[in-house]
Antibody, heavy 125, light 109 residues
Framework: EVQLLESGGGLVQPGGSLRLSCAAS????????MSWVRQAPGKGLEWVSA????????YYADSVKGRFTISRDNSKNTLYLQMNSLRAEDTAVYYC??????????????????WGQGTLVTVSS | SYVLTQPPSVSVAPGQTARITCGGN??????VHWYQQKPGQAPVLVVY???DRPSGIPERFSGSNSGNTATLTISRVEAGDEADYYC????????????FGTGTKVTVL
């Protein structure tokens, strides 16, 4: 059974930092890309960042580029999101999600087949 | 960047059919995926690749995609189907390729 368990959320002041973790189990972690998706209170889903299975490729939404860093430790089956220079608009529930790649004809597209329960990040003074 | 537009809300009586649209430029050329999110819970994949269902998802959930509109159809709606629904595509031409729709709140009357 696939399980994704986020931790590390909490209250932080504007300009502060926080590191989120996502412990994965039930699948071969290193074989899959992983993502972080967030949801501000009362708002829709927003993709934040993704990382390839090896960790060699990373991708970011424009809203977090230069402030957030995604990484993974495949020996620990854990995904991370280092968040720096936090702003009020970063307040959200942060979900980690397992990516699934559907590839054919030399091209791939991705969706999220499993999600964690989320961890709340509140940026406020 | 690629934009997906959904109606903010859809209301349906129990036992009837709910149709949730997801509009995007030539979306029929992309694969569309749908997620259900109940209050206070994480999203759950209910349809992938336009019309396939993950194991455990009832056959009442189906999808289609053509032209500029993808549609999630929920047949024989139950009270437990009340939730927010989001479409999603992969935009390979973008640096931030994961695109979500604006979301639709389905209310069971």
């Amino acid at each position: 059974e696939v399980q994704l368990l986020e931790s590390g959320g909490g209250l932080v002041q504007p300009g502060g930092s926080l590191r989120l973790s996502c412990a994965a189990s039930g699948f071969t972690f290193s074989s899959y890309a992983m993502s972080w998706v967030r949801q501000a209170p009362g708002k829709g889903l927003e993709w934040v960042s993704a990382i390839s299975g090896s960790g060699g490729s990373t991708y970011y939404a424009d809203s977090v580029k230069g402030r957030f860093t995604i990484s993974r430790d495949n020996s620990k089956n854990t995904l991370y999101l280092q968040m720096n220079s936090l702003r009020a608009e970063d307040t959200a529930v942060y979900y980690c999600a397992k990516d699934f790649a559907n590839c054919s004809g030399g091209s791939c597209h991705y969706y999220f087949d499993y999600w964690g329960q989320g961890t709340l990040v509140t940026v406020s003074s | 960047s690629y934009v997906l537009t959904q109606p903010p809300s859809v209301s349906v009586a129990p036992g009837q059919t709910a149709r949730i649209t997801c509009g995007g430029n030539n979306i029929g050329s992309k694969s569309v995926h749908w997620y259900q999110q109940k209050p206070g819970q994480a999203p759950v994949l209910v349809v992938y690749d336009d019309s396939d269902r993950p194991s455990g998802i009832p056959e009442r959930f189906s999808g289609s995609n053509s032209g500029n509109t993808a549609t999630l159809t929920i047949s024989r709606v139950e009270a437990g189907d009340e939730a927010d629904y989001y479409c999603q595509v992969w935009d390979s031409s973008s640096d931030h390729p994961y695109v979500f729709g604006t979301g639709t709140k389905v209310t069971v009357l």
